[in-house]
């Protein structure tokens, strides 16, 4: 095998996100559910057999030691491989959205090189190695929508019923840090049950985030409001700024604010790579 062309990378929703508490480390506790969507990055593999990692942007540009080209070097060191590769990164999910763009790139290099490399690794070492990339890369490496407790390393499988979702990103992206240090953060959310969540997986619990984050950036309040306007519930995602809701009948979205991101996606039953 010599190439692998039009691997998909989905994107993520929390469907609620709440912080439960902080360890003595500084790392926060959290409770979420994960949930793959069908907006997706798209990347292709080329074998090289010099050894050498290189990168090609395909739509916009991307930093020069993105988290892919930092995957493909880890699973290299991890197994001794002396195979390199030629990435092309065709990006569709925005940065800075909590959405996990870019640990599903990580997670999608991962899968992809251990199948073209011919590795053989099982998915718990491939897991292993993304955990040290950040904490959302095991879950796309797993491959199922999870409840998600700890720092994000515990996951556990959840079904979660089908839905259309209108997704709305302001210009403006967020730096996690700024909002996992802002003092007004709420840090005491008492703790969730996974059967609380199933009783109504759309409209269950908050997004702790959600008010730091729109102090940080004003255009969150604006997708909000626009949101509302149009009678739907929606709440923030992740560390934002995107915010999205559970679309039960079409909507206009022509009158969308300027410079608004609008999408509307379904939900994942799971990965597209799930079983690689």
Known sequence: ???????????????????????????HLLQSVFLLIDWCDHLHFEVRHDGALSREDLTWALPEDDLVLRAARALQKATGCTLGAHIGIAKSVPAQAGMGGGSSDAASTLLALNRLWNLQLPQSALAQIGLGLGADVPFFIGGENAWIEGVGEHLTPVAVAPARLLIAKPQAGLDTRLIFSDPDLKRDTDLAIISGFAADPYGFGHNDLQPVAEKLCPG?????????????QARMTGSGSAVFAQLRHPIDTQDAPQGLLVKECSSLECHPLKGW
Not at 11 to 16: D, H, T
Not at 220 to 232: E, F, H, S
């Open 220 to 232: 969150i309040g604006q997708a909000l409001q626009w949101l509302a306007g149009k009678g739907l």
């Open 1 to 27: 095998m010599q190439a692998l062309y039009d691997i998909p990378a989905p994107a993520k929703l929390n469907l609620f996100l709440h912080v439960t508490g902080r360890r003595a480390d500084g790392y």
